[in-house]
């Protein structure tokens, strides 16, 4: 059953606690991404990964930490130093990076920081 | 600046009638403009993809319109289902650099009432 998997769904923290957001693909896509989506507003990339062993910061990456050591898995650390991390966490993944390859969701994970 | 804005922002209908919903954009340069479906707590899910030279593109009661002069796009919905209630998501693919960077909408959230 091919497709892309986060977990936990729900997860509680408190402030000033790391937490480790988990995405899994069995796709066989070279690349990843985590985005955030808050209410009323649209999907903001975190980082991107085109490739093994390499990422890149998208328009929201401070406070976030990223890495890509197997092809398949694409963990996000939700550091202290992020202000606002309560939010929903969505990860994606496509063959490439290229304009013409659809981007695929998975479940996302519902992070609430008190 | 790059962005996407979407109308109205919620939308009630009764089931069986159709709906269409607004998408604006001020992206350059454009690549492509897809619309996504998601349903509460889950992930997106493309339902069509356009590039500049489609003006339409249907998938199943799903229509998508583009009209790339006056940069606008639409989602008609045809003989709504309870199923449909959903938030519409549009999304403009900017061409930057090695990475085509996806702009999201703010979504259109939809309530089908039987």
């Known amino acids: 059953d091919g497709g892309i998997t986060q977990s936990p769904k729900y997860l509680f923290r408190k402030e000033g606690q790391n937490v480790t957001l988990s995405c899994e693909q069995n796709?066989?896509?070279?690349?990843m991404y985590w985005y955030r989506q808050d209410p009323g507003q649209g999907l903001r990339l975190i980082y991107y990964?085109?490739?093994?062993?390499?990422?890149q910061k998208g328009d929201i990456a401070e406070g976030y930490s990223v890495s890509r050591e197997k092809k398949e898995s694409f963990p996000l650390t939700v550091t202290s130093a992020q202000k606002n991390p309560t939010a929903f966490y969505l990860c994606?993944?496509?063959?490439?990076?290229?304009?013409?390859?659809?981007?695929?969701f998975g479940p996302g994970t519902r992070l609430t920081v008190t | 600046k790059n962005q996407v804005e979407q109308s109205p922002q919620s939308l009630i209908i009764l089931e069986g009638k159709n709906c269409t919903l607004q998408?604006?954009?001020?992206?350059?340069?454009?690549?492509?403009l897809r619309w996504y479906k998601q349903d509460t707590g889950r992930g997106p899910v493309s339902l069509t993809i356009?590039?500049?030279?489609?003006n339409t593109k249907s998938n199943g009661r799903y229509t998508a319109t583009l009209d790339a002069d006056t940069k606008q796009s639409s989602l008609h919905i045809t003989a709504s289902q309870l199923s449909d209630s959903a938030s519409y998501i549009c999304?403009?693919?900017?061409?930057?650099?090695?990475?085509?960077?996806?702009?999201f909408g703010a979504g259109t959230r939809l309530a089908v009432h039987p």
């Open positions: 356009m590039t500049f030279s489609e």
């Open positions: 999304v403009v693919t900017v061409l930057s650099g090695g990475y085509n960077k996806l702009i």
């Open positions: 990964s085109q490739i093994v062993n390499d990422f």
């Open positions: 994606a993944s496509s063959p490439r990076t290229g304009s013409s390859y659809e981007q695929y």
């Open positions: 796709l066989n896509h070279d690349a």
């Open positions: 998408c604006n954009y001020t992206v350059s340069p454009f690549s492509n």
